[in-house]
């Protein structure tokens, strides 16, 4: 079926080294792309998004790039610190009657001091 | 500031009872949903709301309610019906009328059985 999923379960990075952190998708008929920061006991935090008429976009210390001929998702963190441990995950906003999102299961950020 | 409130952070049920939950937002969105998060899988959705006075249920709705009064508050209900109720529930909130936008989510509250 349609799924939403992600490569790496777990990520330990170095603190101030680059994250990445990818997502399949396999909905073709998803435009829309979100992916979240979820900290230990608390809710997913909107991080940042992107449309499927994009192919990247930058926030502050993040970027998220879009292949849609692979259906690849991407969340680039420059400069990793010890506040962006957590787990990430992606979700992908299929067309439908109301704004049906498909959560991934997540990868966790481990950064290293 | 706005946001999403969610109560009880913590919440025991007995054998047999219901227990509701509280999503209150002062975000002005017309859309809430509510979610199911279980350890090592993504969040699935219970019940979700585009309006006031009117809700649709999602892909696990069996042993929930909800009911949508006011538009800032969409309240579950966790009944004797469901039998495997542990779990971390988030509730969520956009403004569906401007587009795609993201789901914003409350803290989360965290569902035992006593």
Same mark, same amino acid.
């Given at each position: 079926g349609e799924s939403v999923g992600l490569h790496l379960p777990t990520l330990s990075v170095q603190e101030g080294d680059n994250s990445i952190i990818n997502c399949a998708y #396999?909905? #073709?008929? #998803? =435009?829309y792309f979100i992916w979240y920061k979820q900290e230990s006991g608390k809710g997913p935090q909107f991080i940042i998004d992107i449309r499927s008429n994009m192919d990247k976009r930058q926030g502050q210390r993040v970027t998220v790039l879009l292949n849609k001929t692979v259906k690849h998702l991407s969340l680039q963190i420059a400069a990793?610190?010890?506040? =962006?441990s957590a787990v990430y995950f992606c979700a992908e906003n299929i067309a439908g009657g109301y704004q049906k999102v498909t959560f991934g299961t997540g990868t966790k950020l481990q950064v290293i001091p | 500031d706005g946001g999403i409130t969610q109560s009880p952070k913590y919440l025991f049920r007995k054998e047999g009872q219901n227990v509701t939950l509280s999503c209150e937002q002062?975000?002005?969105?017309d859309a809430m949903y509510w979610y199911r998060q279980d350890p090592g899988q993504g969040l699935r959705l219970i019940y979700y709301s585009q309006i006031v006075n009117d809700f649709q249920k999602g892909d696990i709705a069996e042993g929930y309610s909800v009911s949508r009064e006011k538009k800032e508050s969409f309240p579950l209900t966790v009944t004797?019906?469901?039998?495997?109720?542990?779990a971390f529930y988030l509730c969520a909130s956009n403004?569906?009328?401007?587009g795609k936008q993201p789901q914003h989510f409350g803290d989360g509250t965290r569902l035992s059985i006593l």
């Open positions: #396999s909905n #073709s008929a #998803s =435009d990793t610190q010890p506040g =962006d | 002062n975000l002005n969105h004797s019906a469901q039998k495997n109720p542990t403004d569906s009328g401007q």
